[in-house]
C-alpha cells in the first residue's frame, strides 16, 4: 500500500517536472514558428544597416513582412487575381485593399522602432514615398 502511495507521488512529480520543462519549450516553439519569415532581402539588409536595428527589431520587422506578404497574396487570390500580374495592374479595389496593408503593416514596423529610429524613418520615409511614384 505504501509503494502504492509513493508511485503515485513520483509520478505526480514527474509529470509536474514534465509540464514545467514543457511550457518554456512550448512558448519559444510558439514564437519561433507562429509566422513564417522573409529572407533578408537587399532591401531589408539596408534596412536593418541603415536603422541599425537589433537582432529582436530585425526579427520583428520581418515577421511583419512576411504577414503582409501573406495578406496581400491572399487578397489576390480570395478576389480572383493572379499574383504574378502584380500590383501596378489590380483594380482599384484590389489597389485599395492592398495599400491598407501596407499601410498596416508600416505602422507595425514604425511600432518595432525606438524613438531616434523612428525620427531617422520618418524623415527618410518621404524620400522613399516619392521615388516609388
Do not use: C
Amino acid at each position: 500500500m505504501e509503494s502504492r502511495a509513493r508511485l503515485k507521488r513520483w509520478m505526480t512529480l514527474v509529470g509536474l517536472a514534465g509540464l514545467v520543462a514543457g511550457i518554456p519549450v512550448g512558448v519559444v516553439l510558439n514564437e519561433t514558428l507562429r509566422e513564417p519569415l522573409v529572407e533578408d532581402s537587399p532591401w531589408l539588409q539596408h534596412f536593418q544597416v541603415d536603422f541599425d536595428l537589433s537582432a529582436k527589431q530585425l526579427h520583428k520587422v520581418r515577421r511583419v513582412l512576411a504577414v503582409r506578404e501573406r495578406n496581400i497574396v491572399e487578397v489576390y487570390t480570395r478576389m480572383g487575381h493572379d499574383v504574378s500580374s502584380g500590383f501596378h495592374h489590380a483594380p482599384s479595389e484590389l489597389s485599395r485593399t492592398i495599400d491598407s496593408i501596407k499601410r498596416q503593416a508600416d505602422a507595425r514596423i514604425e511600432a518595432v522602432l525606438d524613438s531616434d529610429q523612428l525620427d531617422q524613418y520618418m524623415k527618410a520615409r518621404p524620400k522613399a514615398d516619392s521615388a516609388r511614384k
